[in-house]
């Protein structure tokens, strides 16, 4: 059998019951989220700009577009729905492959589902699927294709958006199979893209590329017999070996990756977040700005955050330096605190220019050893190896927060529907998601 032949497999026979409390309790979460931040950003300008460069492929199969008033063809409102849940960088995170799982795959999960009819618990059950494989195909390619540039949320997740929807449209296994041969081919995503719109572009066209491999399979159209492990599949390529392929297969079914799958708790870089914890923490120490920050961390920090002088929002939220000004200016770091206007604040910009990151390999990934210098000469100094992480309550809290504005008293039935998918058409859910004015 094949890594590709064990993935398809272990799809087409996941059931809820199988997955474990923990995994059951990620797969919500992980669902939950990605539907609240698609209806966050459904009025961003970015997403205007894709909404409107698509509406003309409009179609009579339209899917209604969450946190706005328009509908867009299945294939093109799922490159919407994974965008606009990626683009203010406040989705998940899998921590050992860096990978993005829950807006690709959710976004070609609801467009298959509303094509196929399929109720909450199913969509739920694809997800948990589709995300299962997307983690074990980041953790086959993790490190040596990050090393490469490639960005892992491009890369892995269109195989998960496939076998998503290819469950929710009900391919036979031969066809599942085809699918992710499909989505493989097309797999992508640079690293050089992050901090402009193409990054969360990546998302979209995983989740459009996966959805449409899923009915271009339905319909006939055949893939490679191994376009993961093969000797010129996606390991191969991309990362250079095929040695992931033992890692990516072991323990599947009986042990979840999507356990580890975390919520962000920050809309920027993950990797970033333990030094907003350690700002937020400084600035109740010491009193008034700091006279130096001196913050040393993993390289990977300086190659994703490396940026010390943002111009606008999506490289401020690239940016490590801004990531501690604004958690000890504010005391957080949500979608406002990466806002133009806070990038360009005299006292944010002052603040970044006092903080020195260091890179240092004995710091892991998604660590930092502070030392912050007060005004009045007081040094505090502050190590974390890990990012902090929302609980089941908070990313519900998180979720609401996120679609009031757009939704408004709709957004309690939505949440609610969001995180107890159940025996409803999932029509149910894309209609309580749509905004309560046009988009701008």
Known sequence: MTLTADFCDFAADVSLSDLSPEAH???????????????????????????????????????????RTDSLPAQWAALVHGFAGHLEDFDDTHPA??????????????????????????????VAAGVEVALRVGVALTPDALARGWHMTGVSTGIGAAIAAGRLLRLPAKRLHDAVGIASTQAAGLLEALGTMAKPLHPGKAAANGFEA????????????????????????????????????????KRWEIEDNEIKPYACGVVSHALIEV???????????PRSVRLTVNPFVL????????????????????????????????????????????SVIDLRRRC???PDDSVPRYGVRAEITG??????????????????????????????????ERAAKFVELAFRPGDWPVDTLLRAGVAEKPAS
């Open 279 to 289: 700002a937020t923490e400084a600035a109740r120490q010491l009193a008034g700005p």
């Open 97 to 126: 492959s860096i990978v993005h799982p829950g807006p690709p795959v959710v976004a070609a999960a609801l467009s298959a589902a509303a094509r196929s009819g399929a109720t909450g618990s199913e969509l739920l059950t694809a």
């Open 25 to 67: 309790a990620a797969a919500v979460s992980t669902l939950g989220n990605a539907l609240a931040l698609m209806v966050g950003a459904g009025e961003q300008p970015a997403v205007d700009s894709t909404v409107g460069a698509l509406a003309a492929l409009r179609g009579p199969d339209a899917v209604p577009l969450l946190g």
């Open 303 to 346: 190659v994703a955050m490396g940026r010390t002088d943002p111009v606008d929002q999506l490289e401020a939220k690239f940016s490590a330096t801004h990531c501690f000004a604004v958690g000890y200016r504010y005391g957080q770091a949500g979608p406002p605190e990466f806002a133009d206007e806070v990038v360009n604040d005299a």
């Open 356 to 358: 020195v990151l260091v």
């Open 214 to 253: 899923a009915v271009l399979a339905g319909n006939g159209l055949d893939g490679p017999a191994e376009p993961i492990a093969g000797r010129r599949g996606l390991l191969a390529l991309h990362a250079g070996q095929t040695d992931g392929a033992a890692a990516a297969r072991d323990g599947l079914g």
């Open 375 to 408: 005004d009045d000469g007081t040094v505090w100094r502050a190590e974390r190896d890990h990012p902090p992480v929302l609980d089941a309550d908070g990313v519900r809290r998180k979720a609401t927060a996120l679609t009031e504005p757009v939704l408004g």
